[in-house]
């Protein structure tokens, strides 16, 4: 969820599993199989015509990620970036060894005993207060960004899972990140992840 910490959070556990962290890597990945760029993104679409593709793309922009974005919805569809990313995903996973932040892949990853699945969450105002002090914008922006990232991200695992984001069973792990330190957060979720064998 945003406001939670999510990307410095993975970021660390990364480090201390001694494992990737491929947020990054998955967004570049599909970008570079979609032949997309951000630039060519802004040039062709026209805000006022937002798509669902758009919007899906646009729910990923998050603080700290970059998202692969693409050319107009005739070009590349909303299908097309779901098969990329969800492939992206598969081929991580098969590695054995990451932490991959968000790109539904909890949704795609959920029937795979091997991999430790976890939400870090928070009340909308706690975290919109976290948002402006990490992020050093306004709590308009914040706010906009907060509605925007937190509808898009629900909309996108219902329309190609079929499941509801906040579905606990889901999860191995929901942490309100809003009332414990990031250490404690990652803490956490290393002795789940150990308990799974990893």
């Known amino acids: 969820s945003y406001g939670t910490g999510s990307g410095q959070s993975g970021r660390t556990l990364a480090q201390r599993l001694g494992v990737p962290f ?27 015509q937002r798509s669902f593709l758009e919007r899906m793309v646009s729910a990923f922009l998050g603080a700290d990620t970059v998202a692969p ?23 991580q996973a098969r590695t054995g060894e990451g932490v991959i ?3 539904g892949a909890a949704a795609v990853l ?5 991999v430790l699945r976890v939400r870090l969450v928070g009340p909308p105002e706690r975290r919109l207060a976290q948002a402006v002090k990490s992020t050093g914008c ?14 898009y991200h629900a909309e996108y695992l219902k329309q190609f899972y079929g499941v ?10 929901m942490i309100d990140a809003t009332a414990l330190d990031p ?3 990652v803490s956490l979720i290393l002795g789940a992840a150990h308990s799974l064998g990893h």
């Open 138 to 151: 306004s709590e308009d922006e914040a706010r906009q960004t907060m509605a925007h990232l937190d509808r």
């Open 101 to 103: 932040l968000g790109r």
């Open 69 to 91: 974005v693409g050319p107009p919805p005739d070009i590349v569809t909303a299908e097309d970036f779901h098969r990329a990313t969800e492939a992206a995903v598969l081929e």
């Open 22 to 48: 491929v947020d990054r890597a998955i967004a570049h990945r599909i970008a570079g199989e979609l032949d997309v760029s951000v630039d060519e993104a802004v040039r062709n679409w026209e805000p006022a």
């Open 183 to 185: 250490d404690a957060s």
């Open 164 to 173: 509801d984001i906040d579905d606990p069973s889901m999860y191995h792990l």
């Open 110 to 114: 959920r029937d795979r005993p091997d």
